[in-house]
T-cell receptor
């Protein structure tokens, strides 16, 4: 029973490029959450999605960031025109019928 | 006041010691509470959910104090492998909603 999967685990981008982060929830889970963690800081909520729907995007920056969770395939967090301040660890978590969220291994984004 | 607050530590304790962390939350209507453990550069791992009646899992005991709006985590007989950052998390509704995390309390167990 595979856990939450994220890829890539490490991503290096130059300023102005696009970053695409993927998350496959645990089998049977249809709720996905994205969080960002800056070095030495806590996890900050970004967005909550169900299949084909964005439920809560209150934590998403207004520009350059978008997320989707299509009917088929993984959830995608997309960052356009990356800047150095976007460097962080991005974690996704999935939730099934219980109220517990389980995290993937994260994608570490470095913007040069 | 922050939604969820934790003492960042670090807590340096000898092996075998008992250590306790508290976490306060501001939303009195919060329904679900959790403790996660995060090792350096790894993902948070769910340690335990915190129930109203309190719960215990081996050397770990979690308590909820609704009146004072805090949850606690007690670790008995600390092991070197317990060294990590412990994050508390609060879900306002108990259902499908964003969870707010504290910034974590760092524990270092010393031989």
């Amino acid at each position: 029973n595979a856990g939450v999967m994220q890829n890539p685990r490490h991503l290096v981008r130059r300023r102005g490029q696009e970053a695409r982060l993927r998350c496959s929830p645990m089998k049977g889970h249809s709720h996905v959450y994205w969080y960002r963690q800056l070095p030495e800081e806590g996890l900050k909520f970004m967005v909550y999605l169900q299949k084909e729907n964005i439920i809560d995007e209150s934590g998403m920056p207004k520009e350059r960031f978008s997320a989707e969770f299509p009917k088929e395939g993984p959830s995608i967090l997309r960052i356009q025109q990356v800047v150095r301040g976007d460097s962080a660890a991005y974690f996704c978590a999935s939730q099934g019928d219980s109220n517990e969220q389980f995290f993937g291994p994260g994608t570490r984004l470095t913007v040069l | 006041r922050k939604e969820v607050e934790q003492d960042p530590g670090p807590f340096n304790v000898p092996e075998g010691a008992t250590v306790a962390f508290n976490c306060t939350y501001s939303n009195s209507a919060s329904q679900s509470f959790f403790w996660y453990r995060q090792d350096c550069r790894k993902e948070p791992k769910l340690l335990m959910s915190v129930y109203s009646s309190g719960n215990e899992d081996g050397r770990f005991t979690a308590q909820l104090n609704r009146a004072s709006q805090y949850i606690s985590l007690l670790i008995r007989d600390s092991k070197l492998s317990d060294s990590a950052t412990y994050l508390c998390a609060v879900n306002p509704s108990g259902g499908y909603q964003k969870v707010t995390f504290g910034t974590g309390t760092k524990l270092q167990v010393i031989p």
